[in-house]
């Protein structure tokens, strides 16, 4: 497998592993080459019988520097597995479109969960004419190819990116073959963001998935909110530590604390969210979750780049806002795996090492699985469904998709899932 450390709102091809070859049966080991170091590191070197090796590898996992210089004249062996990418913003309107076209505005309607987006410099004067259709609204510029909160500002006035739109927007035809233009991607600011505590956060959840056809998608049921230091106001659209919540800009917070960081798990707002707002309610907010990693996929399924040696993991940034509305903010084909505390560091431990699990290499799975250590298996050619729902619970019989996002934890040593209890912030078991 390669895996590209390329940072954009996109997405890449994948196709499901096939069966192990007899080839691949017979190793006695697997070789690796690990391009950055870090937490993957440490995982493919406690896995029994993986060897690095940076000349004859079965697995990569490099830098994107080195997937386009050497992906479209390498020959891999049946084996191998890597990643391309593509982008999610065209797809996903293309898609709405779609959906409306073909099927009805109601199913349309279930591709609501972007905000009003626009790609510059290719669509700006599309992004003006919205822009004066909505005075005073706020706007988010983003550079599409950069990470970690750089090059991003708010904006109310047209006048505050004419620089960007002198210098990168308009050029001649000769300039444009010279310099390549920076693209950006302009959303409307979500302006009533939920807020705990009086600031904003965002969710990152990752999603892997092993095949487009038939779409295989695996969701990880844990991962994070990640909060901001500085109390939310629309009065202070300049200052990054109110409105980005980027762990790599809140960290340098004047008033950062690395004790206590600046995450909450995704269980612990599960059950924040379900003792403040009640069972159904979160049960709806996450079920259209699932519905933003659905669709987003579907949206790319016909035009993927595919390859039998592909598969992809992917890291989604919602938001929600004061409604409980969850909104689609990016797609990061590439999330960032570096640890930014002890307890960070051991959460995506378990997801690289679950991961490269499901990857298979060893050829143990028989590929009947709907879970594998914390991934569950949401959808398959059409949707998975729980087999374990406890109707003492859920007080319902009708199917339930196979998805556990912020539900329980598992205790690892007794084997016992505890799920959350509607009814206040303690916890019922049920035993697997």
Known sequence: ???????????????????????????????????????????LRQRPGWIEDDEEWDFHWCDVGWLRENFDHSFMEDHV???????????LKRFKKQLEREASYIDGSKCDFFPCTFALPNEYHLFVEEFKRNPGSTWIMKPAARSQGAGIFLFKKLKDIMDWRKHDGIRSEEQKEVIQVESYVVQRYIENPYLLGGRKFDLRVYVMVTSYFPLKAWLYREGFARLSSTRFSLQSIDDKYVHLTNVS????????????????????LRRYLT???????????FKEMDNIFIRSLQSVQKIIINDKHCFELYGYDIMLDDNLKPWLIEV?????????SQEDFEMKYRLLDDTVTIV???????????????????????????????????????????????????DSV???????????????????
């Open 249 to 268: 800009v809140q960290k340098t917070a004047p008033d950062y604390d690395p004790e206590k960081g600046c995450k909450w798990k995704i269980q612990k």
């Open 414 to 432: 007794n084997n016992v899932v505890t799920f959350l209890n509607p009814g206040s912030c303690s916890f019922c078991r049920m035993w697997k």
């Open 1 to 43: 497998m390669l895996l590209s450390k390329n940072k954009t709102a996109g997405f890449k091809s994948s196709k499901e592993c096939s069966k192990p070859t007899d080839k691949r049966e017979a190793r006695s080991a697997v070789r690796y080459k690990c391009g950055p170091l870090g937490t993957i590191q440490d995982v």
């Open 81 to 91: 597995r890597l990643t391309r990418k593509d982008f999610m913003l065209k797809n």
């Open 360 to 410: 298979d290499m060893e050829a143990r799975l028989t590929g009947k699985e709907t879970r594998v250590g914390g991934y569950e298996l949401m959808w398959n050619d059409g949707p998975v469904f729980r087999e374990d729902v406890n109707p003492e619970i859920y007080e319902s019989s009708y199917l339930k998709t196979n998805t556990y996002l912020g539900i329980y934890t598992t």
């Open 332 to 340: 990061n084909a590439s999330p960032s795996l570096t640890a930014s």
């Open 275 to 285: 003792a403040k707002h009640g069972r159904q309610v979160v049960e709806t907010l």
